[in-house]
């Protein structure tokens, strides 16, 4: 049983950056690869990155090199430190957790996923 928070969302201006924390119930974090997808209205909910058990981290093309998705498994959080923010991040982003070994495909498929969090909001206005 994996229970996820999501916070750190809010309304910000182009360029700048906000940091989104996932904070995970449950005493076998370590366990979990932990992902983060958005979603914006009456659109797809779409894969943003991925970290692993390990640490091997994954990004859409659409966010690499202004995202960072990190873990913290004493504190059982999940980060995305999210720079140079574009109008098109606007979104609701979502935390989800993983259980077992990452498939040879990667972390971006949503439905691989077990556990989701409800989400926090994201706006960036021009």
């Known amino acids: 049983q994996v229970q996820l928070v999501e916070s750190g969302g809010g309304l910000v201006q182009a360029g700048a950056s906000l940091r989104l924390s996932c904070a995970a119930s449950?005493?076998?974090?370590?366990?979990?690869?932990m992902g983060w997808f958005r979603q914006a209205p009456e659109k797809e909910r779409e894969f943003v990155a991925a970290?692993?058990?390990?640490?091997?981290?994954y990004y859409a093309d659409s966010v690499k090199g202004r995202f960072t998705i990190s873990r913290d498994n004493a504190k059982n959080t999940a980060i995305l430190q999210m720079n140079s923010l574009k109008p098109e991040d606007t979104a609701i982003y979502y935390c989800?957790?993983?259980?077992?070994?990452?498939?040879?495909?990667?972390?971006?498929?949503?439905?691989?996923?077990?556990?989701w969090g409800q989400g926090t909001q994201v706006t960036v206005s021009s």
């Open positions: 989800a957790a993983r259980r077992g070994i990452s498939p040879a495909y990667g972390l971006g498929i949503k439905s691989d996923y077990d556990y």
């Open positions: 449950g005493r076998t974090f370590g366990s979990y690869a």
């Open positions: 970290i692993s058990r390990t640490g091997s981290t």
